[in-house]
């Protein structure tokens, strides 16, 4: 029989001050999905990012791709403040104008005025690493960690020849979430709650059968659709990658789900779909498609913000986690455990 593990403490989910330390020690040391390639395909065009609260643009430069701290080096004023467009050639700062080329070389500080010991070389944006793999960009914001392409091996070994590449961009939805971002992240890596939770969801997939696999970085459930579910949205794979990115496969494309904290009780749910050309032509099975998903998550917000308010309440402190079926949980917490140690 395998052991039972504890979960981690109540205080975890609610410290101000661990937050601040997560932020570091695994928001800015892990890769972080930022949009699709198709977004950044001509140069100057530019996308931005608030990573765990560290703002990132990201730009198509004349060399290829670049990104950078989104933080003016004179006094901090925001250089690209759209979600996405074209910055025209320059990144220009919104405060007093400093104008940075697309290498993030400091090339107009505007009207200045003349000041001894002032080099514009001095005062370059900060870099941010950014790498892409199949069609999807990812950033880096400290040094180390792994390359992309390991972090993200065994995703292509299960997906890649799931139509991954055969879809376009099909819109955006975000939803805010009065949770922990962990919280968030544990209800994604277990099956557990389906029944209680999705009766919907439950319907289209045999969750009796739900399965959690662990593969480096990533962690695979799958279940299988039931025999009348064959108008399913769901295709019963989903991955999520660590820390704080799911990918939902569907029948027709798949959703990368971004899970982003705001804040020790606060989290926004960024989700990008992308599907085949001619379900994303068709507007009813497009909404079909998103209001599926928004039907699941406003099920988990409504039980997360729950948890949220529990482990607020002061009375609760460690569980324990099912080997059966909160293996997940159990990867997520060891890996978070092991980034703040
Ligand atoms: S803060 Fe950017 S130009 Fe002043
Ligand atoms: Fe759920």
């Given at each position: 029989m395998q052991n039972c593990p504890r979960t981690m403490s109540a205080e975890t989910y609610r410290d101000p001050a661990r937050f601040e330390a997560e932020r570091r020690?695994?928001?800015?040391?892990?890769?972080?999905?930022?949009g699709h390639a198709r977004e950044l395909s001509a140069m100057g065009d530019a996308i931005s990012a608030n990573i765990a609260g560290f703002p990132i643009v990201a730009v198509r430069a004349e060399e290829g791709l670049r990104a950078f701290h989104n933080v003016c080096r004179h006094r901090a004023g925001p250089l690209?403040?759209?979600?996405?467009?074209?910055?025209?050639?320059?990144?220009?700062?919104?405060?007093?104008?400093?104008?940075?080329?697309?290498?993030?070389?400091?090339?107009?500080?505007?009207?200045?005025?003349p000041a001894q010991g002032f080099d514009p070389r001095d005062?370059?944006?900060?870099?941010?690493?950014?790498?892409?793999?199949?069609?999807?960009?990812?950033?880096?914001?400290?040094?180390?960690?792994?390359?992309?392409?390991?972090?993200?091996?065994?995703l292509g070994r299960r997906m890649g020849d799931h139509k991954l590449m055969q879809t376009v961009?099909?819109?955006?939805?975000?939803?805010?979430?009065?949770?922990?971002?962990?919280?968030?992240?544990?209800?994604?890596?277990?099956?557990y709650h389906i029944p209680s939770v999705h009766p919907a969801l439950d319907a289209e997939i045999d969750s009796l059968k739900y399965e959690v696999t662990l593969e480096g970085d990533v962690c695979f459930h799958a279940a299988p659709l039931r025999d009348a579910a064959t108008q399913a949205v769901y295709n019963g794979l989903w991955a999520f990658v660590s820390p704080n990115l799911g990918v939902n496969v569907y029948g027709h494309g798949f959703m990368m789900e971004r899970v982003?904290?705001?804040?020790?009780?606060?989290t926004r749910l960024i989700y990008d779909y992308y599907l085949t050309?001619?379900?994303?032509?068709?507007?009813?099975?497009?909404?079909?498609?998103?209001?599926?998903?928004?039907?699941?998550?406003?099920?988990?917000?409504?039980?997360?913000?729950?948890?949220?308010?529990?482990?607020?309440?002061?009375?609760?402190?460690t569980g324990v986690l099912s080997p059966r079926h909160e293996q997940g949980v159990a990867w997520f917490q060891r890996r978070v455990s092991a980034a703040l140690s």
């Open positions: 020690a695994i928001f800015a040391r892990s890769w972080q999905f930022i690209f403040t759209q979600d996405k467009g074209n910055c025209g050639g320059r990144l220009t700062c919104a405060y007093h104008g400093w104008a940075y080329d697309l290498e993030g070389r400091l090339r107009n500080a505007r009207d200045f005025g005062f370059s944006l900060l870099p941010v690493r950014i790498a892409q793999w199949m069609d999807l960009l990812f950033v880096h914001i400290a040094e180390g960690g792994h390359d992309l392409e390991v972090h993200l091996a065994p961009p099909a819109g955006r939805r975000t939803h805010d979430i009065a949770c922990n971002w962990k919280i968030y992240v544990e209800n994604y890596l277990e099956g982003m904290p705001l804040g020790h009780q606060r050309s001619e379900i994303a032509r068709d507007p009813v099975q497009t909404e079909k498609i998103l209001n599926m998903s928004a039907h699941v998550t406003a099920e988990d917000k409504w039980i997360c913000e729950k948890v949220q308010e529990n482990i607020e309440a002061g009375v609760y402190d």
